[in-house]
């Protein structure tokens, strides 16, 4: 019995990790696409410059964990805001290629260039190490979760302040904000730099947890799940995307069926939530918060 | 050597150049990006597979392939596409993303995950010149493609309709204050774009000899770079980067053995043109 029990909670603790992982990655797309309204179809990129700093450092250089990781988000923010500088100069359209194609480019360095391990990618990551022994699973989850909730916390705080503001004023329109004197192209270099650094710190906590990394890991396709988690919750909300992660990392894990019909029920996702319910679970204007609106305001009403 | 090798990339090139073209016609009058452009490519690619195997004629499979594909890319624009077009224009694109994927997992599904062979006897013959060789199906390639490119230049220059499309494409609002339908204007880009699109998937079909659930990814995200490339929306811009694009696939690899990903290159052209020029070989800001 107690056997039994240690290899359910294993399992348990294994989609846990992976659902907190795909809810940073979401939270940080959230940041460029949601807050700025920049859209991003190479996300999963710094996520995999991440994970593979990450991994290089730790394996090839020797660096503890507590360094490898933070210097993951620092070096994907750094190629975020060399990226992004002359992406961000283009149009909106052009931007979506553009970073669909570092998407692909970023991808096939991995691939083809032996320094990242080609195709068989990096082993002998392991967990963290901390009082003389190796961190346990349930221990990871909560370092990484307890680091997620200060993310949200900065978030929240970015949220109130200029930064925040400006943000929201380039994504309502682009050019009114530039004629009221918003420095556009800086602004959206921030957003795209703390996403991208994001990311990395999620690659970062994603290698040292599946403890080898490939380049698949983060091609297009895995782009395209953390955009999918982004709409599904709600655009630009605080909560959606994470809510997105959580019901669209869950589901698969629960049901064999889901699991095999996973990319149809993505792609069929995108494209009923965006023809029906533009704003996602938890938009402004969807169902789900009309109806607790009304469940709350209800009673007032009466009395 | 080096004929051979340019008759190579341009056969390829104007594969691209097929595909491309009903993207950048789309993207000129409604300004989305149709993802699923490429999905409209693999399932002209699957309708004339299966209309060949039934009826064991090539050129009426390339016909009903092109007008399935036609059919398919009018049902996207009015069910998916026109809905949509008052938000904002994430929206669509993440519609036709969906959409792409959706399609892909069909043919998976209703076709199978293995590769369907499409070997039809077309009955042009190779062609050899000394050590200058045109396959059968590269001679098909370049044929179709020019007689398709013909047609569409003489429609878009010697029409009314063509007239209609490129004033829709330039300004759709006061094109329709002069009395065009607009609406029906954006229908005929679609037919035509997802016809040339369907015929590029049957080509492909025929000179790889194999159909397969997957076969529009790479076309997808390739003809998007050569689009940009061309300056979205510059239809001769587009041939040119689409020939472009061919060509420096089959030098980089093929004469210089680079060991690259042939399928990167697009995307660096583009991403180094794009710091140069930020609106395309031939575009206009």
Redesign the interface.
Known sequence: MPYGFVMISGYLITILITVIVYAMLAHSLNII?GHA?Q?S?GHAAFFGIGAYTSALLYTGAGFPFWVSVPLAAVVAGIVGALLGI?CL??R???L???T???G??VE?VF??IPFFGGAMGIGGINLPGWFGREMSKPEYFLLILIVFILLILLDRRLGRSWIGLAWSSIREDEQAAEAMGVDVVRFKVMAFVLGSSIAGLAGGFYAHFLTFIMPQNFG?GQS?VI??MV?FGG?GTRWGPILGAIILGVLPEISRPIME?R??I???????M??FQ?GGLLGEESILPKILRWIQYRPSEQG | MLIQQLANGIAIGSVYALISLGLTMVYGILRILHVAHAGIYALGAYIGWFSFRLLGDFWLSLVIGMAGAAIAGYLVERFLYSPLLHLPRIAPLIVSIGLFITMEEAFRIVAGPHTLTYNASIGLGNLSIGSFHLTETQILILLVTFVILIILWTILTRTRIGLAMRACAMDAETTSSFGVNVSGIIAVNFLIGSAMAGAAGVLIGVYDNQVWPTMGSLPAYKALAIVVLGGLGNIPGTVLAAIVVGLAETFLIGVLAIPFPRDAVAFIAMILVLMFRPYGLLGKA
Do not use: E, K, N
């Open positions: 696409t309204g859209i179809l002359p100069r283009v909106d359209d052009f979506a290629i553009t669909m194609g570092i692909f480019v096939a691939l083809y297009f395209i955009l999918c709409v655009i019909y990319t149809l993505y792609g069929l996702l995108l494209l009923a965006m023809r533009p």
